[in-house]
């Protein structure tokens, strides 16, 4: 292993994601043995200090299994229906299964667009954030009742990236029926070899890729490279293993076969990179010299040291942030739509909720929101608060 390379129990907030085949069976339904496996090295993992969240699969496998639906040939509202039934049936398993260790599960319903959409994206990061802190784990599925297109042709392993994204994590594990990228499908050609470790997501890479395993995979090869490449330019690592055996996160520990692909750089610097380099503001905050200071100092941007807000920009636009000369000193994520940002400009966060006549965001830019763009050294200290 490389001194980069990491395993689960080395990382600080993981994504873990499950595939429909390891978790349901076609005829029997849910596979509960396995899914209290799962549970306990979730545990093991949270024990050493890890923030664990899960995008499982398995709601129309699911919902099939308990309406006695036919395993394949779905009309399109027949997998919504039985999404319906099945994402219950998938969260209780799932709430059930992580209280045996004291653990208290979430659910969160997104579809890719969620996770693309600048209001979503904020609202679904806030949402996964807040249930972080409080101790929950999030139990993240594709909204396939009403995911139209994501139901006929989605995956959850580009999801699942996304998510990792939106959240910051630090590795991506997609557990599956395959136990990682080899150099050619490796039941069509007995002389393929398991590739260790990626260091990046080459055209040649991409060439390996191969179809769906399972009749219960809407995913194959070619969407967890896609994953891949999602998650590894923003910062996080990802590992593909099987996730056939029971507690394969332990398996992985001991030296399970898998493939690690390599993060492009840390997840935070990625974000602020995006954020400095890629990201046109469309709107001005200009700040007084106590809130510059508190910039550069790593602090997020609050009401009360806003001078004034120019521009017509909604929430998570980017914008720039000002010093009193109107020089720019960073860039950043608003979280509040600009009519919203002027009422509150200047005034103290125990007055937003009585001012907008709702609980908003304490910072009007989060600093996880936002890159230092002034000044050379700023790029340095954004380093530093990674």
Sequence with gaps: MSGTRKLPSDCRRIVIKIGSALLVDRKAGLKKAWLDAMTRDIAALRAKGAEVMVVSSGAIALGRTVLKLPATGLKLEESQGAAAVGQIALARAWSESLSQHGIVAGQILLTLGDTEQRRQYLNGRATINQLLKMGAVPIINENDTVATSEIRYGDNDRLAARVATMAGADLLVLLSDIDGLYT?????????????????????????????????????????????????????????????????ISALENGGRHSWFAAATVPVTARKTWIAGQLQPVGRIRVDAGAEKALHSGKSLLPAGVKDVSGDFARGDTVAIVDLAGREIARGLSAYDAEDARLIAGKKTGEIAEILGYAGRSAMVHRDDMAMTGHKGDETKDRENA
């Design 184 to 248: 050619a499908p490796p039941h069509l050609d007995p002389n393929a070899m398991l590739i260790e470790e990626i260091a990046a997501i080459t055209p040649e890479i991409e060439a390996m890729a191969g179809g769906a395993g399972s009749e219960l995979s809407r995913g194959g090869m070619k969407t967890k490279i896609d994953a891949g490449k999602i998650a590894t330019t923003s910062g996080c690592a990802m590992i593909i293993a099987s996730g056939k055996m029971d507690a394969p």
